[in-house]
């Protein structure tokens, strides 16, 4: 059996808290539960002292303790979970919720601003304390070495994502003034030069490598690089090709 959250299991008195982020500021929403209009506030993005004094002046507003137990919540994005370890070190009951566990209207259109998200998460928040565990779904919070792995891979992902995407530009603009790069930037640094067209277009055209070698003539590849043994392993030297126009 799941454990219920300590607001939920005690007759102590508690507050409820759902943050909403924003560029450069965050939304706060307080209650103390079920038909109590929430407290709302905005705070600096980031902003930890401020984020501790509204919290202390909504247990002043509700008339509770400073001691009274808190819970909050807010949605996994790119704020990460630097925010949940720093909460839960204050003493904070935090949740981070997966966004797409929420359910939203699929008639119609749905007002959405920074304010009333942070309304329908903190109505969701108090539906899950009362144990309606179905409202939402919880994310796993991985220890920081784990995160610090998953963050590598994804930048490693993103950075072949976006070499792709620059080859193909560089291709695209070649290719619209006659010159084809059939292989740029792969393992084996290597890179081969066509240049397409006729003689009326390209006169007296030539392909040099980094080498020295030489192939006259317009429409054909460049010679392969030369394959070295090294160490029992077979690499590719990198060729760099480049066309040399004359106004014969």
């Known amino acids: 059996m799941e454990q219920l959250s300590r607001a939920a299991v005690t007759s102590e008195p508690a507050i409820y808290l759902a943050l909403e982020f924003g560029d450069g500021r965050?939304?706060?929403?307080?209650?103390?539960?079920?038909?109590?209009?929430?407290?709302?506030?905005?705070?600096?993005?980031?902003?930890?002292?401020?984020?501790?004094?509204?919290?202390?002046?909504?247990?002043?507003?509700?008339?509770?303790?400073?001691?009274?137990?808190?819970?909050?919540?807010?949605?996994?994005?790119?704020?990460?979970?630097w925010l949940h370890r720093y909460l839960c070190q204050q003493g904070i009951d935090n949740h981070v919720v997966d966004s797409s566990s929420i359910?939203?209207?699929?008639?119609?259109?749905?007002?959405?601003?920074?304010?009333?998200?942070?309304?329908?998460?903190?109505?969701?928040?108090?539906?899950?304390?009362?144990?309606?565990?179905e409202v939402w779904s919880i994310v796993h919070i991985p220890d920081r070495g784990a995160e610090d792995l998953r963050q590598f891979h994804r930048e490693l992902v993103t950075l072949k994502r976006d070499r792709t995407r620059v080859t193909n530009r560089i291709k695209g603009l070649l290719a619209s003034q006659g010159v084809e790069l059939d292989v740029i930037g792969t393992s084996k640094h290597a890179l081969r030069v066509c240049v397409c067209g006729t003689d009326d277009h390209f006169p007296h055209?030539?392909?040099?490598?980094?080498?020295?070698?030489?192939?006259?003539?317009?429409?054909?590849?460049?010679?392969?690089?030369?394959?070295?043994?090294?160490?029992?392993?077979?690499?590719?030297?990198?060729?760099?090709?480049r066309s040399r126009w004359s106004d014969g």
């Open 26 to 81: 965050w939304k706060l929403a307080f209650t103390t539960g079920m038909g109590r209009a929430p407290r709302e506030r905005t705070i600096k993005a980031g902003d930890l002292t401020r984020l501790q004094s509204k919290i202390g002046h909504a247990k002043e507003r509700f008339g509770l303790p400073a001691l009274a137990a808190l819970t909050s919540c807010y949605e996994a994005g790119r704020n990460g979970f």
């Open 103 to 133: 359910q939203v209207q699929r008639h119609g259109r749905q007002a959405k601003t920074d304010r009333l998200d942070a309304h329908r998460l903190l109505q969701l928040l108090l539906r899950f304390a009362a144990g309606e565990r």
């Open 205 to 241: 055209a030539s392909l040099v490598g980094c080498g020295g070698r030489r192939k006259s003539g317009t429409g054909s590849h460049a010679r392969s690089p030369k394959t070295k043994r090294n160490n029992g392993r077979n690499f590719r030297t990198r060729t760099t090709c």
